[in-house]
């Protein structure tokens, strides 16, 4: 499926943390963020554009006029587990609610608007997706972020110095981390566009994204 792409990387965090402080009030502006927080992340493909973003926009929506319709930690949580099975992940690690939310304690330290604070009861559907992916990218929660989460730092109490953004992505993961990469990859090399809807209409039932408008 080489069509179908995305990432995460410290520039496309910090884009997406000044586009969070757009307010929702409509569809409109929901599909807006939405849209420009794909653009930062490098979505491509039909399905993904076509199936995943209006979810996330209808689901964005949602959360903005109910904070209660958030994406708990538990459905990251179950959709992390539901990827380490699916990828066929050799040493899949499985994780709980409370492990999402150390994780995203943590990053909200350094991202407080892309990653929702411990004080919150969930995440907004873009958070929830990139907390995700950012889980599966290392392989679960790494043992320096649960270290740094037990002393309940403060959102955006954690600064980055931009111009040495290079120097956050690990280059020398862990081997868990590099199966998960590796898994990951080959599992969407392999897939054709019925298994890739599939997928997508999978996670999007696992994390509760309303359909589309």
């Known amino acids: 499926m080489a069509t179908e792409r995305g990432y995460v990387n410290p520039r496309s965090l910090q884009i997406i ?18 849209k420009q927080a794909a653009g930062a992340c490098g979505v491509q493909g039909p399905i993904l554009m076509r199936e995943l ?4 926009a209808a689901g964005e929506l949602a959360a903005a006029e109910n904070p209660s319709l958030l994406v708990s ?3 990251v949580a179950e959709a992390f587990n539901f990827l380490s ?9 499985f994780l709980a609610g409370t492990d999402v939310l150390h ?8 991202y407080p608007h892309v990653f929702s604070p411990k ?9 929830a997706l990139i907390t995700l992916h950012q889980l599966v990218f290392n392989g679960g929660v790494p043992d320096g972020a649960k270290k740094f989460a037990e002393k309940n730092p403060q959102p955006g109490s954690f600064k980055i110095d ?15 981390a590099n199966e998960y990469r590796t898994a990951s990859a080959r599992y969407f090399q392999g897939l054709t566009s019925e298994q890739m809807q599939s997928f997508v209409d999978s996670i999007s039932k696992v994390m509760a994204l309303p359909a589309g408008r």
């Open 103 to 110: 994780f995203r304690t943590t990053m909200s330290a350094i």
């Open 85 to 93: 099975r699916e990828f066929q992940v050799p040493d899949q690690q």
């Open 53 to 56: 973003l209006p979810r996330l």
């Open 73 to 75: 930690d538990d459905r």
């Open 162 to 176: 931009p111009s040495r953004t290079r120097m956050a992505i690990d280059k020398n993961p862990n081997p868990i």
């Open 17 to 34: 943390s000044l586009l969070s402080e757009t307010k929702i009030a409509n569809i409109d502006d929901a599909q807006a963020y939405v």
């Open 119 to 127: 004080s919150m009861n969930g995440s907004r559907p873009v958070q």
